[in-house]
């Protein structure tokens, strides 16, 4: 997925203008097959498993040493690779379905993701699972590339077709309700590894193994079964979220109707008749309550969002997991070599690298857990405030009182009871979200990346 030809004009290395043609024939990934490499910082490979050697149809001596655009397709847009630049240089992951062309200009697809390292970048692909969403993809970067190949045809050079493209690609995505490329890519990201989940057989075994590398495997089976729970635990959150957020549109809808209906109320009082003071304190209660909920509101989006930064991020743990665990089954089939040892290293850094910043996540998260619950018990201290005010205004409402207006009586007590709905719809769903708004129980897998980390200073 690297390709330094879009921001480096002095490399000479293949670029979208020098590229072999693609020859329209295909080859698949398997569904279960995952296959990474590493680059430098400038993009030159420097470590391979095996599957990738096998996809790319190049040698492995042709691959090593090589700029990682050897692969790079000619029908892919460049703003692609200046998006995925702009966002790894900064020390964020970058996620996107590309077309790769092989050695014999054959095409493969997949769903890369590309991360930064200490020692240049780790990308990490899996055959797409989601074919709606690549499909979405494509109908971003097919009008994208054209405008690019426009803007070469009219003199533009590389850098400033990639500017162009990525304007058409940004309009793209507005049109299709989408406010940034980060969207998409964690939302592809987060579907495809659920739906690797659902794969048969799973990272592989090796029970007669033994020594360092096989003591690596078992690690991988556990950090991959902790990666899963975590998911979950963050997924019931973010659903939590989601049904109280649906919900309260419902509670603020009534409550403004009853406001409105009780002033109503209030004004056609004629005079010399007592103005309610039951429906003033309903309103006034009605009114705090909308309030506290609007807040509510602005918790559960920041919630939401933590969720979802957190489920990523444990997506990402999970396929740099199964490369590790799939390049240590190979090391096992095929035997260590130094490079194997070198790159070893390397993907256990980025485990540990990524543990910590999803528990980093998990402690914000809980945190925004704890405020939500703290603003859910506000709006339920209101409840028995605003049954009491409800109790009274039905009372009144009951009584011969001059001058109501009898369409409104049964219209307030139809509002109430909406509101009344929804108070106990929010108090539930509430009620549950404090058995799920937990920091994620993170001792295991800290005893398993300090094991790994140990185990791979004992290799040979």
């Known amino acids: 997925m690297v390709d330094d030809s879009v921001i480096d004009d002095s490399v000479t290395w293949p670029t979208m203008d020098r590229i072999r043609d693609a020859s329209g024939l295909r080859h698949e990934i398997g569904p279960g097959q995952l296959f990474f490499s590493m680059t430098d910082p400038k993009g030159v490979i420097t470590a391979a498993n095996s599957v990738f050697v096998q996809m790319a149809r190049f040698s492995r001596p042709e691959l090593i040493g090589s700029p990682h655009s050897i692969i790079r397709h000619p029908d892919m847009p460049a703003a692609a690779f200046r998006l995925m630049w702009d966002e790894i240089q900064q020390g964020r992951p970058f996620c996107c379905y590309v077309d790769n062309l092989a050695a014999d200009g054959s095409t493969y697809t997949v769903f890369a993701t590309v991360t930064p390292t200490a020692e240049g970048y780790l990308s990490v692909r899996v055959r797409p699972l989601r074919d709606d969403l690549l499909e979405r993809a494509r109908s971003l970067y097919r009008p994208t590339r054209q405008v690019e190949r426009a803007a070469r045809q009219h003199g533009v050079n590389r850098r400033g077709a990639a500017g162009v493209g990525l304007d058409k690609l940004q309009e793209l995505l507005n049109e299709a309700g989408l406010p940034n490329y980060d969207e998409f890519q964690w939302e592809a990201l987060l579907a495809e590894v659920e739906a690797r989940r659902d794969l048969p057989g799973g990272l592989e075994t090796r029970p007669h193994a033994s020594g360092p590398l096989a ?237 790994l980390l140990e185990v791979m200073d004992s290799l040979p």
């Open 215 to 451: 003591a690596m495997l078992i690690c991988c089976h556990t950090l991959s079964a902790e990666l899963r729970r975590w998911s979950s635990h963050q997924a019931a959150i973010q659903q939590m979220a989601h049904s109280i957020s649906e919900a309260i549109p419902h509670l603020l809808d009534a409550a403004s109707s009853a406001i409105a209906t009780a002033t109503v109320l209030q004004q056609a009082r004629p005079r010399g008749v007592e103005r309610s003071g039951a429906l003033a304190f309903l309103a006034s209660r009605l009114t705090q309550m909308s309030s506290i909920t609007n807040e509510l509101v602005r918790h559960l989006l920041v919630l939401r969002q933590s969720c979802r930064d957190t489920r990523s991020w444990v997506a990402l743990a999970e396929l740099h997991t199964a490369a590790l665990g799939q390049f240590v089954v190979e090391i096992l089939d095929q035997g260590q070599t130094d490079q194997a040892r070198s790159a070893v290293e390397e993907l256990c850094q980025v485990l540990d690298d990524d543990f910590t910043f999803v528990s980093e996540l998990s402690e914000e998260n809980a945190v925004y857990a704890g405020t939500m619950t703290h603003e859910l018990q506000r709006v339920h201290a209101l409840i028995a405030d605003h049954r009491e005010a409800v109790n009274q205004v039905k009372q009144e409402l009951d009584l011969p009182a001059a001058g109501q207006p009898d369409r409104l009586v049964p219209q307030i007590t139809d509002q109430l009871t909406a509101v009344a709905d929804a108070l106990r719809l929010i108090e539930h769903l509430g009620r549950e979200s404090t058995t799920i708004s937990t920091p994620l129980d993170t001792h295991t897998a800290e005893f398993q990346i300090a094991h």
